[in-house]
């Protein structure tokens, strides 16, 4: 999956369990995003570009700093591999939608802190 961050960056979701933030001038990788413990299937940017979401095969979305590279929370509820991710426009709720034939929509204050327990 990719995203477009900006006009000059764009986002890779990879098999090997990262993202990459490209460089569209210079085709260089800017920053690899880690912290996915399986493939990241989704990629999405939001809140102008303050923000990155990244859906998984280990089952969870994550929201991401894109400016720091930082994990900021974690979502865990589904049972199977998130397929695709949104962020509203507003950069408040996060949606996604899974394997497992379920959707869900957060409101960003409700997920979990990366440094606990992610």
């Known amino acids: 999956s990719v995203c ?13 369990k990262t993202m990459r933030m490209w460089d ?7 920053r690899v995003l880690e912290g996915h413990t399986e493939r990241v299937w989704a ?16 089952h969870t979305v994550r929201v991401w700093d894109p400016s720091t590279g930082e994990c900021l929370k974690i979502f865990k509820e589904f049972s199977d591999r998130a397929r695709c991710v949104s962020v509203s426009l ?29």
Not at 43 to 58: F, Q
């Open 4 to 16: 477009l961050l900006s006009p000059c960056l764009l986002v890779s979701g990879s098999k090997d």
């Open 43 to 58: 990629v999405a940017a939001g809140g102008g570009g303050r923000r990155l979401v990244s859906g998984g095969e280990d």
């Open 24 to 30: 569209l001038r210079t085709g260089e990788c800017a």
């Open 90 to 118: 507003d950069g408040r709720r996060v949606a996604a939608g899974s394997r497992d034939s379920s959707m869900r929509v957060w409101e960003m204050q409700q997920e979990e802190e990366c440094g606990e327990g992610g």
